[in-house]
């Protein structure tokens, strides 16, 4: 079977992290948090809650009927 060397590396470096919280999925989501919190980037949240927000504009539109009628759209 075909081992990729980048694959290979994605999973020690993913075991190493874990084990350094003791795999305690807890402790490693709240190290995530603290690091996204640090970061200072941007965070988009994709919710499904009725509406659309806008990247650029940060304001919130109502899509409506529109949503759900899918047969104006082209391909």
Known sequence: MFQD???EEIH???EEYSR?????LK???ADLQKQQA???????TLSRKPGLATR???????LGEDAKD???CST
Do not use: L
Request: zero cysteines; hydrophobic letters at 30%.
């Open 12 to 14: 020690r470096i993913r």
């Open 38 to 44: 640090e970061s200072g980037r941007e965070v988009i």
């Open 20 to 24: 350094s919280f003791n795999h305690d």
């Open 70 to 72: 899918s047969s104006h």
């Open 27 to 29: 402790a490693i989501f």
């Open 56 to 62: 650029w504009s940060g304001q919130t539109k109502d």
């Open 5 to 7: 060397e980048i694959v």
